[in-house]
């Protein structure tokens, strides 16, 4: 709906700037590695005061957008329609699919993405992902 997408982007906006994004400059290059170091020691430190998790906000908006059904879990179809969205070949789903369903049911439920988001964003580069 409308007001998912627009959740979407609300969770964006303020996930990229608890990571020292600026809405208007951005970030600069030379400055990404070092707000991502920051962002993750923060969100480590809001886990332990038992605070909402940035990476689970992003990831939630992003699962009720891609939840196009309803059903209440993701299939690489949505997926795929993610994918397209934001210009990444549509073959790159069945990869992230594949990563993400850990339990090899053939559909994504919402913790397996907040797994995978959280991967992402808080442990260092794996060449393999």
Do not use: C
């Not at 480590?44 to 689970?56: C, D, P, Q, T, V």
């Amino acid at each position: 709906t409308d007001e998912q997408v627009e959740q979407m982007r609300e969770a964006v906006r303020t996930f990229f700037f608890h990571k020292g994004v600026d809405p208007v400059n951005g970030l600069k290059r030379e400055d990404w590695v070092e707000a991502n170091r920051v962002f993750a020691e923060a969100e480590r430190e809001r886990e332990r005061r038992g605070e909402g998790s940035l990476i689970a906000l992003l990831s939630n908006a992003y699962y009720d957008v891609l939840d196009d059904d309803g059903d209440g879990t993701v299939d690489v179809e949505e997926l795929k329609t993610m994918m397209k969205a934001f210009d990444v070949p549509q073959e790159a789903a069945y990869t992230f699919f594949q990563k993400a369903d850990t339990d090899k049911t053939g559909k994504l439920e919402r913790p397996e993405l907040v797994h995978l988001f959280r991967k992402f964003w808080m442990e260092p580069y794996d060449p393999q992902w």
